[in-house]
């Protein structure tokens, strides 16, 4: 896929450096039915970040499911800076550097998921913790957006310095090296 707009952004970084874009954080979590598998995802989430996984609790009680109110159900890790690009990168080369315009919401922001964690390089099966998917989600920003976070004086981000879907795309893929499509490739099977 090809943006339109894809020099104009650049330019536009370029003379105004409080407008270029930056991945401010990626949360990688994993959700499973709670005991000795949430152990292994902890464990798993623990080796692929290098940071100790925080635990979710469930909201609600599913009885077809086995779980109830506020028994953990799901590991997650929120990683920054350095360490939140040298993990997309990796999870990245998972999906074959390709993500799907519907990955992305209205912000700017996007998400993918990994069936299977042994798919990113460099990590090694282990019979004992077995196979886990995870969900990835991207939180892109400009500079400044820390002022409806703040806790004094916050105030919201004017239209014209929050991202749009296309400038976040044309962010990541000058960055990351991604390709965007619009729909999944057809896979050819050989027998």
């Known amino acids: 896929m090809s943006i339109e707009n894809e020099k ?3 330019e536009n970084w370029k003379a105004y450096p409080m407008r270029e874009p930056f991945v401010s954080k990626v949360v990688v979590d994993i959700c499973t039915s709670g005991g000795e598998e949430l152990n292994r995802a902890n464990t798993i989430l623990e080796q692929l ?10 909201h609600q009680t599913i009885r077809d499911f086995g779980i109830r109110k506020k028994d953990p159900i799901a590991v997650r890790v929120t990683l920054r800076h350095g360490r939140a690009d040298e993990f997309l990168r990796r999870a990245m080369k998972a ?3 390709v993500l799907l315009l519907k990955n992305w919401d209205e912000d700017g922001n996007f998400a993918f ?7 990113i390089p460099d990590v090694k099966y ?3 913790l077995g196979v886990q998917g995870m969900n990835i989600t991207v939180c892109v ?3 400044g957006y820390r002022i409806k976070r703040r806790r004094r004086q916050k ?5 014209r310095h929050r991202m749009t879907p296309e400038e976040s795309m044309v962010f990541v893929k000058s ?5 965007i499509l619009e729909k999944e490739r057809e896979r050819t099977y050989l027998f």
Do not use: L, W
């Open 8 to 10: 104009v952004y650049a």
């Open 141 to 143: 920003e400009r500079p």
């Open 95 to 97: 999906k074959d550097n």
């Open 175 to 179: 960055k990351f090296g991604i390709e």
């Open 155 to 159: 105030a919201k981000v004017p239209y």
């Open 126 to 128: 282990d019979p004992a």
């Open 113 to 119: 998921g990994i069936s299977e964690h042994i798919d």
């Open 49 to 58: 970040t290098g940071q100790t996984p925080i635990q979710s609790k469930a």
